[in-house]
């Protein structure tokens, strides 16, 4: 299995929601990563987690909130978002960190 | 921290044609190169990497070429196929990954 799986794959809320989006794989990967994607622009990175520790905090608003419960998961719980953080946010792992890493297809998420 | 530059920002070729995208980066510490496709609607698909110590990879229709002096590497696309149409991203990584701006290629039928 060569898969990460995101869900979901659009979610709209709205500024005082609560959401969370879900990252997995199984292939056995130790670093897995969260980045955020507006149109037409590169991924930029937002978290990274290896061995199911926060290794990199990019400066990402506290409304932003990852949590990886294991070595396969990865959560990213959102709260009191703004219309500006709507975007495509992307899941990636790697083996190890510094290795190649794949991504899942990303989930949409619009804010109103 | 790192920054890549990516160009060009749109290339549009013959199918059949090559096509050649070039990316420079500024940190001499990053040591891994990888390159990604992106279609429409789905995330980033990972096509080949090249690490410092080697200054080219081939895998079939793609190549990356590498020069640590200079500072850049490049993607080269031969025999071009419709299904080759996406945005592509270089990237640098030494503690994280950096992405360039990306490359929008057309493959005219």
């Known amino acids: 299995d060569t898969e990460v799986t995101q869900t979901p794959k659009h979610l709209v809320m709205g500024m005082t929601n609560k959401k969370s989006l879900k990252c997995e794989q199984h292939m056995g990967h130790r670093a897995m990563y969260w980045y955020k994607q507006k149109a037409k622009k590169p991924p930029e990175l937002m978290f990274v987690?290896?061995?199911?520790?926060?290794?990199i905090n990019e400066s990402v608003p506290s409304r932003f909130s990852p949590e990886c419960p294991n070595s396969s998961l990865l959560n990213l719980h959102l709260h009191a978002l703004q219309p500006e953080d709507s975007a495509l946010y992307l899941c990636?792992?790697?083996?190890?960190?510094?290795?190649?890493?794949?991504f899942g297809p990303g989930t949409r998420l619009t804010v109103l | 921290g790192e920054n890549v530059e990516q160009h060009p920002s749109t290339l549009s070729v013959q199918e059949g044609d090559s096509a050649v995208i070039k990316c420079t980066y500024s940190d001499s510490a990053s040591n891994y190169f990888p390159w990604y496709k992106q279609e429409l609607g789905k995330g980033p698909q990972l096509i080949i990497d090249i690490r410092s110590n080697v200054g080219e990879k081939k895998d079939q229709r793609i190549a990356v070429t590498l020069n640590k002096t200079a500072k850049h590497f490049s993607l080269h696309i031969t025999e071009t196929q419709p299904e080759d149409s996406a945005v592509y991203f270089c990237a640098a990584n030494d503690n994280d990954m950096r992405f360039g701006a990306g490359t929008r290629l057309t493959v005219k039928p």
């Open positions: 987690y290896s061995y199911e520790k926060l290794s």
């Open positions: 990636a792992s790697s083996p190890f960190k510094d290795f190649s890493q794949y």
